[in-house]
């Protein structure tokens, strides 16, 4: 098995019982890092290949997107369309207390997007990949150029977004058991049924992982906000209304 298809599970024990952890605290200086994160107990990680499709992409008609495909290959018109086809990147992927975070790598600082609860998760699973080229993502999304060494593919769907990931080698069916397991253990807890009770470190790294969700949130909301009064304001000088001026002017 190759590095880059390798799980990680780490036992690092809990606070009280060992200094490593409040040493690695004081470097981080409280940053959601890589190497903060997988390095806790209960953590399951390894590298995957991230697929980003685009909503204008995803809502075209096969014949459509096989045509930007094309184009994408092309390269003097693969400038103009690269933008709106599905892109594929390398990222170190983390299950670790009550959230799936993402990073560039495994020494990445902090995570790459927002941090998923696992009690969002609606569903999970994996599809085994026939075609080395082209493959065509819930009978609705082609995506071509597939890594030689993914064998499956995993999706990860919460309430709003659907995640996916291409995984080397015949790992996808742990991913899949490890993330099932960790929502459960999730539920679990926030029912009060669970008799184990929950590493300090975890705990730690679940307030970081909520901490950096809630930021992500707000930067969404104002960016949306934003995007909103753009469009009002266009709307607005297109109608020809001129704007009134304030007495005293």
Not at 50 to 60: A, G, T, Y
Not at 72 to 82: D, M
Not at 185 to 192: D, L, Q, S
Not at 207 to 225: A, I
Request: with cysteine; net charge positive.
């Amino acid at each position: 098995m190759s590095d880059g298809t390798s799980l990680h599970k780490r036992s690092t024990g809990r606070v009280g019982d060992s200094g490593s952890l409040s040493q690695m605290f004081g470097r981080t200086g409280g940053d959601l890092s890589a190497q903060l994160v997988r390095t806790t107990e209960q953590t399951h990680s390894g590298m995957v290949w991230k697929v980003s499709v685009p909503f204008v992409f995803s809502c075209l008609p096969l014949v459509l997107q096989s045509i930007l495909l094309w184009m994408k290959r092309q390269y003097v018109l693969s400038w103009f369309v690269s933008a709106i086809c599905p892109s594929i990147r390398h990222r170190f992927l983390c299950v670790s207390g009550s959230y799936i975070y993402r990073f560039e790598s495994e020494t990445s600082s902090s995570p790459k997007g927002a941090p998923v609860p696992l009690e969002d998760i609606e569903h999970v699973e994996s599809t085994s990949i026939d075609s080395l080229r082209n493959m065509l993502i819930e009978k609705e999304i082609i995506v071509e150029q597939i890594p030689p060494s993914c064998r499956s593919l995993l999706s990860i769907r919460t309430f709003s977004k659907v995640q996916y990931f291409f995984i080397e080698g015949q790992e996808a069916s742990v991913w899949v058991r490890c993330i099932r397991q960790a929502k459960q253990e999730c539920v679990t807890r926030r029912m009060g049924h669970s008799r184990i009770p929950y590493p300090r470190n975890l705990a730690y790294i679940d307030q970081l992982g909520e901490e950096f969700l809630r930021k992500n949130r707000r930067m969404k909301k104002k960016l949306e906000e934003w995007q909103d009064k753009d469009m009002e304001m266009r709307a607005f000088v297109q109608s020809g209304t001129t704007i009134p001026k304030s007495p005293g002017y």
